[in-house]
């Protein structure tokens, strides 16, 4: 069964600290690996895409890595703001039809304190 | 900026009740989907169109209905309302021309049936 988890569940940190999300996958074929910002009330928007050959990409004070080997991505939060507080999704898609299913996490809950 | 937007924001109901959540986008894309997310839970389909006419179900089964009529324009419909329809409604789009797995998200629609 495709599988997308994330970890921790939630976490806590304080402002201007750096912090590290996790994502592990069994999706297969794997297409693209994205990692979505979901602010409170709001949808979720698009922040990187991670594809089969790429390791490491950054947006900002995001960078995301990606294992194709070990199907693992993290997402890491450099110098955090109140503003990065958020809901953080891991999202996985597949290469076996024309739509390109997408496989959902339950994301990770960030709080930035002050 | 996405340009897709949903409407209502916010909904409180009665059990019986007869609703439509709007769903419009500005950007032209074909593929339009309708999500369900609750609290903790990853997001999952309940609708999908590829274009004008064609509507599917996804992998969550619901009761509501869409339909495709123009391709700015993807509503979704409850013809009895149940507490169980209680959640959040997200709308998305993507473009035909790209499988990368990105999508639009509008606000989404908090829906709470008394």
């Known amino acids: 069964k495709n599988q997308v988890e994330q970890s921790p569940q939630s976490l806590i940190i304080l402002e201007g600290k750096n912090c590290t999300l996790q994502c592990n996958y069994t999706v297969s074929p794997f297409s693209n690996l994205r990692w979505y910002k979901q602010d409170t009330g709001r949808g979720p928007v698009s922040l990187t895409i991670m594809t089969f050959s790429e390791n490491t990409k950054s947006n900002g004070r995001y960078t995301a890595t990606l294992d194709a080997d070990t199907k693992q991505s993290s997402l890491h939060i450099t110098a955090s703001q109140l503003s990065d507080s958020a809901s953080y999704i891991c999202v996985v898609s597949d290469r076996g039809s024309t739509l390109g299913r997408l496989y959902f996490g339950r994301g990770t809950q960030l709080t930035v304190w002050p | 900026e996405a340009d897709i937007y949903q409407t209502p924001r916010y909904l409180v109901i009665g059990t019986g009740k007869k609703i439509t959540l709007e769903c419009s986008q500005t950007?032209?894309?074909?593929?339009m989907y309708w999500y369900q997310q609750d609290p903790g839970m990853e997001l999952h389909l309940i609708h999908y169109s590829y274009g004008v006419n064609s509507t599917e179900k996804g992998d969550l089964s619901s009761e509501s209905t869409v339909s495709r009529i123009r391709t700015e324009h993807f509503p979704l419909t409850l013809e009895s309302a149940r507490p169980s329809h209680t959640s959040q409604y997200l709308c998305?789009?993507?473009?035909?021309?790209?499988?990368?797995?990105?999508?639009?998200f509008g606000e989404g629609s908090r829906l709470t049936v008394l």
């Open positions: 950007m032209g894309h074909d593929k």
């Open positions: 998305a789009s993507s473009p035909s021309h790209r499988n990368t797995g990105e999508l639009f």
